[in-house]
């Protein structure tokens, strides 16, 4: 069953819903709100009730909407609210680090300001209780400037012309079409039409190493998708599976770093086995090789005669 105290919450944000566009079609706030239609029907018929004035449009293409000129008076934040504010201010810090400070500082201070002292007691005790950090995988401290550089590109629909550095360590300058900053894995990635390339390409932060703006501008295509972009471009095709025996000595470790995401079979003396789908050999070469004789391969051949040579040159180097 339901609280009343959902009930008034999902009723107020029904009514933000509805003042922030014209006309919502019932699925659609059903889908928003998380519950049936028929239920926003219900809550609909108790808006009216309390004298908020509903419009109704019947019909395929009818609808729900505020009258013109209604405004939410102010509202006064729950416990749970403020917190995920608060919680967002700090998620935003950690993974922008400067280039939003001046706003971090300014959200928080304006929160501060507007809650009552016993709901700031409770939103610093969730505060101590849920903490998420370590997002991102470095300090991006050094890169301010640049992300500057690209979020005036970006809103002002700019070119750019940069040196970047591929992971094989060669540099090249290209002229981009800047589209959007997208955070992923830890790390920040430029996405933009390369017009080097001639196509849709992204670019490490961290491995820009200059960076201007050109006078020309451009027009972002109407049906690019940031996030559709990322997930389409930066989903690994796993092409070989890697099995694996570890003895008793490191299977703990392992299953504790690394159960999330591959198969582990435990034997009776403590020993495991483990599956796992990856896209090339070269990483499970360096990750075998680093656990030395407490692990064993046994698929593929391939990765087998990987670490044999592998290893064959590290004693051949110790040899000397």
Known sequence: MVSMANVATRLISLILLLQSRGLWKASELAEELGVSERTVHRYMAMLEEMGIPIYTERGPYGGFS???????????????????????????????????????????????????????????????????????????????????????????????????????????????????????????????????????????????????????????????????????????????????????RVAAHVRESMGHWTEIVDHEDGSATLRMQVSDLEWPTSWVLGHGSAVTVLEPPALVTRVQEEARKILARYEE
Not at 144 to 156: D, G, K, M, S, Y
Not at 228 to 242: I, L, P
């Open 66 to 248: 505020l009258l013109k000129g209604y405004k939410l008076p102010p509202l006064i934040f729950t416990a749970e609210e403020a917190t995920v504010l608060y919680m967002g201010v700090g998620l935003v810090e950690q993974v922008w680090g400067q280039v939003y400070q001046d706003a971090v500082t300014a959200v928080t201070a304006k929160l501060d300001n507007v809650l009552p002292d016993d709901l700031r007691h409770q939103v610093a005790e969730a505060q101590r209780d849920l903490v998420v950090s370590g997002l991102a995988a470095r300090d991006y401290r050094p890169w301010v400037p640049t992300f500057q550089v690209l979020r005036a590109c970006i809103r002002r629909r700019h070119a750019i012309r940069l040196t970047y550095r591929s992971f094989s360590l060669e540099e090249t300058c290209r002229d981009v079409e800047p589209y959007a900053l997208t955070f992923r894995w830890g790390l920040w990635y430029l996405i933009g039409f390369c017009r080097l390339r001639g196509d849709l390409r992204s670019f490490r932060i961290d491995r820009i190493r200059d960076l201007k703006e050109l006078p020309d501008r451009f027009v972002v295509p109407d049906d690019f998708s940031a996030k559709d972009y990322v997930e389409r471009s930066m989903r690994f095709e796993n092409r070989h599976t890697v099995v694996v025996h570890m003895e008793a």
